[in-house]
Structures are given as C-alpha cells and as structure tokens.
C-alpha cells in the first residue's frame, strides 16, 4: 500500500511534527461546513416534501431524496468528526451538533464513538476483531469452522448482502440497540436518539403526514448508508492491507497500510468530508476532516502513499479471507485452491 520515497521510512516522531499542525479544529472552518452542508439537506427536504405534497412532478421528490443521500452522508461525516472531539474546540460543542448529527444519521453519538474508538485502538490487529469492523475471518479459521458458520460468512461477505440487506440493518435496526460492553453514557445516548426519531416521526405524521415522511426518509436514510458502508469497507478491505497479530503488529503501519488512501473524484471526496484519506485519519483521528487534505499533501513530500483508485477498489467484492502466509486478503476461489494443494501434499 505505502511506497517511500527515501532510503529509510519515516519515522513517527516527523509523522507527528507534521501531523500537530493539523489537528487544531477550526470555529469557522465547522461552521462553514454545518452551513453548506445542513442548509442544502434540509432544503432538499423542503422540496421532496413539496413535491409529494402538491402537483409538482413525481420526478423532482424523487430527484430531491437522491441528492440528500450524499448530503446525509457528509452530516455523519461531521457526526464522526464529533465522536471524535475534533470538529470543535468544545467538548460541549462536539457534544451538541454530535447528537444532533446522530439523529439525522439515526446513529446514538456516544454508543457510536465508543465502538468506534475501539475500532481505531484495534485497527490491523488479527487479535482483537469482531468491534466496529467488517467481518474478516483467516484462511485457516474459514477452513476448519463448522459448515453453518461457513455458509454465513459466504452470506455476510456477498455484496448483496453486505451493500444490500446490510446498510438497512445497520442503521434501520442494529443502531438501536446498544452495543456490547458500551457503558451506561452510551447506553443513555441510544434511548435519546431513538426517542427523538421517534417524537420526529410523531411530528411528521401531525404536521407532512407519515406517508410522505417515510417516503423520504426511509430512501435518504438506506442510500447514504449503503454509500457510507461502502466507504467503510474499502477503508479496511484491500487486497494489500496490513493484518497482523498483536504481538508483533506496528501500530504505525496499521494506520498507513492498514487503512486506505481512496482516491475518489473531488465530488465525491466533497460529499464524504475527505474520509477517502483514512490513513491520515488512523495516524491521528484528531485531524478534523476539512484538515485531512492539508495534512495528507503534507506527508506526500516525506512519503508516498499509493492511492487506491475507484476501479481497484471495485476488487475489493472478490476477497474475503485473511491469508497468513501470503499477508494478503484473498478470493473464496483462491482458498480452494490453497485446500486442494493441501491435501495433494497429504496424500
């Protein structure tokens, strides 16, 4: 994944003297960014609703949803950011626009960030799975698990599955419920968030009617999700992405092998508030997004890091097994093949 430049890579100590001049959140740079982006949400809103509600052509509502699913996306961006502590100065501030971003992203602010945290503390580590990551099991551990668990993994790891049935359940249903282990503040924030969809919905059904409001919402909220796993999986599930068990895993190399550079068209990149940069992300989660440009440009000079372009990152839906021995992510087929040259060499 990462190329250097020099003779000896470089070391955290000059990652770090970089890195701090990016991590101080900006006031204006947050504000700016809650205006160009809840602004156009809430006004693509207005419109499907104003579609729905009158004569205005069928095709402008369903026009208005298809904008707002990126636009969603981009709100939990800022909803990350806050989980984080890095969009604001304020913990306070962080807080507020943190729950407020949640509920529009049907995601509980401190159930989410503590998950999310491990996530980051665990990140590369064949160890410590199984906390805010996709699924990935070993050659070895898919080779010898019972039949039934074989089959769901094939299931779980099937892009109709993962990119269809998943985004649904992950925002529809799981984020509902508090994760394991979370403590009560977490626990608190899921009761919050779901009892504020819920008085929304109320509102609705008095105010646009519950009809018109599903219509919109259930659409915006499963197409920024899908969007929003598929980011997440490439950011983690590449053919060269670092895994490595506890004892000798590089903490560094998890953030810049182990997470992607995604290089997505500026559109794009605009909608998903830079997340494509998530190995700048993993070297310090303290970098706000609109920080992250900056910061990767200024890494580049010491380091090239290889991006992974939107055709490669389309292979990424053929692997699905960790294999130990080549320090890759490999294909259902190559472990087959890996199986029957096993038991030739037995025989």
């Known amino acids: 994944m990462s190329e250097n430049t020099t003779a000896e890579p470089i070391s955290r100590q000059a990652l770090n003297k970089i890195i701090l001049k990016f991590t101080t ?9 809650m205006a160009n982006t809840l602004i156009p949400y809430f006004g693509l809103w207005a419109l499907a609703i104003y579609s729905f509600k009158t004569e205005l052509p069928n095709w402008v509502g369903v ?9 969603l996306v981009r709100i939990f961006i800022i909803f990350h950011d806050c989980c984080h502590s890095s969009f604001y100065k304020s913990k306070w501030a962080n807080t507020l626009v943190g729950y407020i971003t949640g509920i529009l992203a049907s995601s509980p602010f401190r159930d989410w960030g503590e998950a999310h945290i491990r996530h980051h503390a665990t990140a590369g580590n064949l160890d410590k799975r199984g906390v805010g990551d996709i699924w990935t099991l070993t050659v070895e551990e898919y080779i010898t698990a019972p039949k039934l668990k074989r089959i769901t993994y094939r299931v779980f790891r099937h892009p109709l599955f993962m990119f269809g049935v998943g985004p649904s359940y992950v925002f529809l249903v799981f984020h509902r419920f508090s994760q394991k282990g979370i403590q009560h503040k977490g626990r608190l924030s899921v009761y919050m968030t779901n009892l504020a969809l819920l008085l929304l919905l109320l509102l609705a059904g008095r105010t646009i009617g519950y009809k018109v409001y599903l219509l919109i919402q259930i659409p915006v909220t499963i197409l920024a999700a899908t969007l929003g796993i598929w980011l997440f999986y490439v950011q983690h599930q590449y053919e060269e992405v670092y895994w490595a068990r506890n004892d000798v ?5 998890a953030a810049l092998e182990g997470s992607s550079y995604y290089k ?3 559109v794009a990149q605009w909608f998903s508030g830079n997340i494509g940069l998530h190995h700048i992300h993993h070297l310090n989660p303290s970098i706000p997004n609109y920080n992250l440009q900056g910061c990767h440009d ?7 890091i290889e991006p992974l372009g939107l055709r490669k990152s389309f292979k990424s839906l053929r692997i699905h097994l960790w ?6 992510l490999i294909s259902f087929k190559a472990m087959k093949l890996i199986r029957k040259a096993r038991r030739k060499n037995q025989e």
Do not use: I, N
């Open 264 to 266: 997505l068209p500026k």
């Open 249 to 253: 895993r590089d903490s560094l190399k």
């Open 298 to 304: 200024a890494l580049q000079e010491m380091q090239h």
């Open 323 to 328: 294999d130990e021995d080549t320090q890759k």
């Open 63 to 71: 026009l208005s949803v298809l904008l707002a699913g990126p636009f």
């Open 25 to 33: 959140p900006s006031r204006g740079k947050g504000a700016w960014q």
